[in-house]
């Protein structure tokens, strides 16, 4: 992803985090992201239907949407949410359960480096494909994220986000 690469603001954690929130905004569910050479592509599912008419009309259709997110589209969705939280690293908001959930996804990408990724969510899970390049050639890695593993990562986050880095050696986790 050019956007991450040489550019130390733009890292996975918060590139996630700002397209989790455009996904929780927009009613996506079971989603899967593919890296592609200019951006992402996201699927998942939406609600799609009308207000009108009876009642079994109002419930509207589940399908299936896909998105293509480019560098540009990132940087912008990445301005937005900054802007919004004035500064600070925290939302003045509740954050969405795709904001949490890919923001510390993302910092666990940020941690392992991958050159390329893919990944789903299933039933509240996340199953990551990570191509890893090193000296002796690349090799894939698999990691899976259940719903506690997402839910203790985000509970801890906030401890990791205020260290005194003045007294912690852990002052370049985010």
């Known amino acids: 992803m050019r956007i991450y690469e040489g550019s130390p ?3 996975f954690e918060e590139v996630f985090r700002s397209v989790g929130a455009f996904l929780d905004q927009h009613g996506m569910r079971d989603i899967l992201v593919l ?4 951006g992402f592509i996201v699927q998942g599912m939406v609600v799609q239907g009308s207000n009108s008419g009876t ?3 109002t ?5 299936k949407e896909t998105l293509t997110f480019l560098d540009e589209d990132i ?3 990445m301005e937005e949410a900054a802007a919004r939280r004035g500064g600070r690293t925290e939302p003045d908001h509740e954050a969405g359960h ?3 959930a890919f923001r510390v996804l993302g910092q666990y990408l940020d941690d392992q480096k991958p050159r390329d990724i893919f990944f789903f969510e299933q039933d509240g899970a996340f199953v990551l494909r990570l191509f890893m390049a090193g000296q002796s050639g690349g090799r894939h890695i698999l990691a899976e994220f ?4 997402i839910d203790a990562l985000v509970a801890r ?3 990791l986000r205020h260290v005194d880095p003045l007294h912690d050696d852990r002052a370049s986790v985010r």
């Open 146 to 149: 259940t719903r506690d593993d």
């Open 35 to 38: 890296e592609a050479p200019d």
């Open 9 to 11: 603001r733009h890292d």
């Open 55 to 57: 009642w079994s009309d």
């Open 98 to 100: 795709y904001e949490t």
């Open 75 to 77: 940087a912008r969705f």
């Open 157 to 159: 986050g906030p401890s």
């Open 59 to 63: 419930v509207g259709t589940v399908g």
